[in-house]
């Protein structure tokens, strides 16, 4: 059984920083997609960041050169590391993890970032 699990959530002013962690653990295909997705009140789940195992990344537009997705694939780990954050921040971040050639997708519990103005 594969689970993720999150951390790093918290609140934080308009303008700072956090950084938010996630890590698997089970029985991982080492090939596989990790990433953050984030659902704000009232909202849907969109994409913020993911990263192949190959190191490949993709960003959503809103979040570029402000955030940075980044794994270390010896620990199936994932971290996100947020800047310059902006109330429009705000909401329940999930890691994800997708295991394409197994058809396998896991969501952690996620974690909640509040951003203040």
């Known amino acids: 059984q594969v689970q993720l699990v999150e951390s790093g959530g918290g609140l934080v002013q308009a303008g700072g920083s956090l950084g938010l962690s996630c890590a698997a653990s089970?029985?991982?295909?080492?090939?596989?997609?990790m990433g953050w997705y984030r659902q704000a009140p009232g909202k849907q789940r969109d994409l913020v960041a993911t990263?192949?195992?190959?190191?490949?990344?993709n960003y959503a537009d809103s979040v570029k050169g402000r955030f940075t997705i980044s794994r270390d694939n010896a620990k199936n780990t994932v971290h996100l590391q947020m800047n310059s954050l902006k109330p429009e921040d705000t909401g329940v971040y999930y890691c994800?993890?997708?295991?394409?050639?197994?058809?396998?997708?896991?969501w952690g519990q996620g974690t909640q970032v509040t951003v203040s103005s």
């Open positions: 994800r993890l997708i295991v394409t050639i197994q058809r396998k997708d896991y």
């Open positions: 990263i192949t195992s190959g190191g490949s990344t």
């Open positions: 089970g029985s991982i295909l080492s090939i596989n997609v």
